[in-house]
């Protein structure tokens, strides 16, 4: 079936580096949506990808579709501590079930 | 308006209990989502509403689970004679529809003892 990978699985960054996280799937997908998650607290949305080498900006995140279509990345310019917790890819399959990456967790030593 | 809540917040239950975990998604969401998390690892898919009806349940673990959305809102997420693996969050999600952003309720977490 369908799999979905996410690398690196932890990142300890210094306040001010910065950080990227891939997601890589078996398969071309439609879309590709990225979620965060703090310590003790539930996903939240960031963004959806949808076509192939799309780019976005939110601020200090750059979230980037492959041209394939079959990976997709999430950078993070001169990390916070606001930045900590764990963000994860999330893609839906064809038939509406979808399937999150394990994440990658991000430890930003003030 | 209110967003994604699920209640209970926190439940234990000893092995072989019978347990019902509520989602009351985003008024006019059509799509439900149930995920189970555990610590650690990213949400794993559970089953799908559209409105009243059960899409997809394939991540079920086993015929101990079972989901309904009678009316097409509220959600429940029964689990039968639970088991220590059991232990876990479960997170309740809601959407406009399959393809766009989903809205996450706090979860529960479930510890059976």
């Known amino acids: 079936g369908q799999q979905v990978m996410q690398i690196p699985q932890y990142q300890h960054v210094q306040e001010g580096e910065d950080f990227t996280t891939y997601c890589n799937s078996s398969?071309?997908?439609?879309?590709i949506q990225w979620y965060k998650q703090r310590p003790g607290g539930h996903p939240v949305f960031l963004i959806q990808?949808?076509?192939?080498?799309e780019v976005k900006k939110q601020k200090r995140l750059t979230f980037q579709f492959g041209e394939a279509k079959k990976n997709s990345s999430l950078h993070i310019t001169a990390t916070q501590t606001t930045d900590v917790g764990t963000y994860f890819c999330?893609?839906?399959?064809?038939?509406?079930?979808?399937?999150f990456g394990p994440g990658t967790s991000l430890s930003v030593i003030p | 308006g209110a967003g994604v809540s699920q209640s209970p917040r926190y439940k234990v239950a000893k092995r072989g209990q019978d347990v019902a975990l509520r989602c009351d998604p985003i008024s006019g969401h059509v799509s439900l989502f149930w995920y189970q998390q555990a610590l650690g690892q990213g949400p794993e898919f559970l089953t799908y509403?559209?409105?009243?009806?059960?899409?997809?349940k394939s991540g079920l673990p086993s015929d101990r689970f079972f989901a309904e959305r009678p009316e097409g809102s509220v959600s429940t997420l029964k689990i039968q004679r639970t088991q220590q693996e059991d232990s876990a969050v479960y997170l309740c999600a809601s959407s406009d529809g399959s393809e766009y952003e989903q809205y996450f309720g706090p979860g529960t977490r479930l510890t059976v003892t």
């Open positions: 398969t071309t997908l439609s879309n």
């Open positions: 999330a893609v839906k399959t064809s038939y509406d079930k979808v399937i």
């Open positions: 509403f559209q409105n009243e009806a059960q899409l997809d």
């Open positions: 990808l949808v076509k192939s080498g």
